[in-house]
């Protein structure tokens, strides 16, 4: 058996939310996330993926306790982080990081890009002015934008390059493990891959560890070295990400692989279909809560509530008959580009790489 | 096919009040009876502004169209006055948009909403029109459809409401359907279930449709034909699998180069540099030149003309395509 380093774990977490109390009767419970045990490795990147509603964002706010738990622990290099207090966790903050989706609303607009940038260092009172300057500008050139936007503020910028600065942001405490909520997919492809360019580079540069949070599977074949795949609040699948790809052992995913979009044409579609929609994570089904859409289910399903299990090496599923079931992973088209056409894209990428990462232009 | 197309889009320019140049600059398409062209581009491409045009929904001032002609079956639907207009719209062409929430009625039971789209258009009575909202509802597969008739779109999931929206676009039977993202705020497992429900029933009604997405994905699996849109210009169009397997503009390579794929390896994903010129102030030459690899002088200074591509309907606007003729001649 492998040991791994372990940087952030979680036993039994758990969080609830409370729904609205009927005028009769006991207010429902949300059990948004529902017994998770979670280990972060140490300088991976480990990705989350599910559907909305199955509990992903909520999950990644705890690791970082930017929301306390209902329920469990959330383990930072040795430290239970679940019930620290306010004081502490403040100082902890530096190590943990986090990147959200929408850049903007997480930007105060009053401030400038160079104060914005600056504010968690002033926080953790890190060195004089000047120091703080130097390393500013060493960040902006990290992610890629000219020292020239310091004085500039946030609604000057498009969406990617205020994911830049939020990334800056969130990096310039020199963090340990910085949690991305679907840190590029409110961006455009060609600004998403500079950006997921930027974050890889980071993470080797600094020796970060990485949890993405993403509903985007090719982003997540891209980035990831391990999966965790979500559903109603529990992980269903885990693996390392080229073997869950390719060889899923939770029908769920499987489903979720069959209905990526393939920008190819002739690609294979898979006849797994998933049918009908998410349950409410109000009134959760019995036994597996993936046991209404899933083809599969039989009757222990609707029954027993399948726990999370060795399948083989480094690989989890929350399945009843994840041994049994043979289910189709990702298939291309199998169809190659005309060596023409592949000439082509060499072209692209060889001339594309020789400009610099990005422009010094700024939008309006 | 000598049959004239259904939709014959040429030269259409949409401009900003008080700019200099066109946002959408001389788009011409055209689409025929049944056939689904994707129009596809990146944010600001001006995809959606093309739509709105074709409507006639497009927000004048401060936008207006400075151009062109959309002839669909003997009218002009840029200049069709709005009366008439709105007799197209509903019935001949039908709408769907990204996010169903914002338009569908929160207060109109769905089964009124499609029955009021149905009687706006046609002599049916209230009782045949909520008949044939049962059909639709039916038709696009909503489990449960007659106690459905008499829901409120917040009782929905976005799926189901996606679904009445399909359901309100193909009640009368459009010759066309203009669709604006519509899977885009789906997730993926129920955007793979409304996208084959939409073929379906365009296999059944032989409805024309343009489909108007960001993602590649979408585009490879609904498309007949596709248009490639950049800052306001078609930079690329043709048959889906002479875009996919023969793509000629460098924005066309570089789009597709960028999306990480599904086959795995770990290498940097190849970019395009730098973002998108704003709306207002649009270069003068070639608008990708800014971004290009392989853009020079001519480029920046001269919009490109558009050529053929092969010998099919495959045009591409770009001075260097094909890009290997410009190393050889290097």
Known sequence: MIRHDIILETQALQKRFAGRKPFFGEAKVVRAVDGINLKVRRGETLAIVGESGCGKSTLARLLVRLMPPSDGTVVYEGRN???????????????????????????????????????????????????????????????????????????????????????????????????????????????????????????DDLGLTLVIIAHDLAVVRHMADRVAVMYLGEIVEQGPVADLFANPKHPYTAALIAAIPVAEIGARHAATKLEGDPPNPIDLPTGCRFHPRCQHATQICQTNRPALDGTGPDRWAACHHANTLSLQGYIGSGHSRSPTTQARFDLYRAASAVLPPQDQKTTT | MTEAPLLDVAG???????????????????????????????????????????????????????????????????????????????????????????????ALKIG???????????????????????????????????????????????????????????????????????TTALDVTIQAQVLELMRNLQRDTGTAMILITHDLGVVAEMADHVAVMYAGQMVETGPVAAIFDDPQHPYTIGLMSSMPGLDGGSDRLVTIPGVVPPARDMPGGCRFAARCPFADAQCAQVPPTTSAAGNTSHRVACWKAPLEQQEDAA
């Open chain 2, 12 to 106: 259409l320019s949409i401009r900003i009040d008080g700019t200099a140049r066109d946002l959408v600059s001389d788009l011409s398409f055209t689409l025929n009876k049944g056939e689904t062209l994707c129009i596809v581009g990146e944010s600001g491409c001006g995809k959606s502004l093309t739509a709105l045009a074709l409507m006639g929904l497009l927000a004048t001032p401060p936008l207006r169209v400075t151009g062109g002609t959309a002839r669909f079956r003997g009218d002009d639907l840029l200049t069709l006055p709005p009366a008439q207009m709105r007799k197209l719209r509903g019935d001949r062409i039908g709408m769907i948009f990204q996010e169903p929430m914002t338009s569908l009625n929160p």
């Open chain 2, 112 to 182: 009124d909403q499609i029955a009021e789209a149905v009687r706006r258009h046609t002599e049916l009575s209230e009782a045949d029109a909520r008949a044939h909202a049962l059909e639709m509802l039916r038709r696009v597969r909503i489990p449960a459809p007659e106690t459905r008739l008499d829901v409120y779109p917040h009782n929905l999931s976005g799926g189901m409401r996606q679904r009445v929206m399909i359901a309100i676009a193909l009640a009368n039977t459009p010759d066309l359907v203009l669709a604006d993202e519509p």
């Open chain 1, 81 to 203: 982080i679940a019930n620290i207090a306010p004081e502490e966790m403040r100082h902890l903050r530096r190590d943990l990081q986090f990147i959200f989706q929408d850049p903007f609303s997480s930007l105060n607009p009053r401030m400038t890009i160079g104060a914005l940038i600056e504010e968690p260092l002033r926080v953790h009172k890190f060195g004089t002015k000047q120091d703080r300057r130097v390393k500013v500008a060493e960040m902006l050139a990290r992610v890629g934008l000219p020292a020239s936007v310091i004085d500039r503020y946030p609604h000057e910028f498009s969406g990617g390059q205020r994911q830049r600065i939020g990334i800056a942001r969130a990096l310039i405490t020199g963090p340990k493990v910085v949690i991305g909520d679907e840190p590029v997919s409110a961006l455009d492809v060609s600004i998403q891959a500079q950006v997921i360019n930027i974050l890889q580079d980071l993470k």
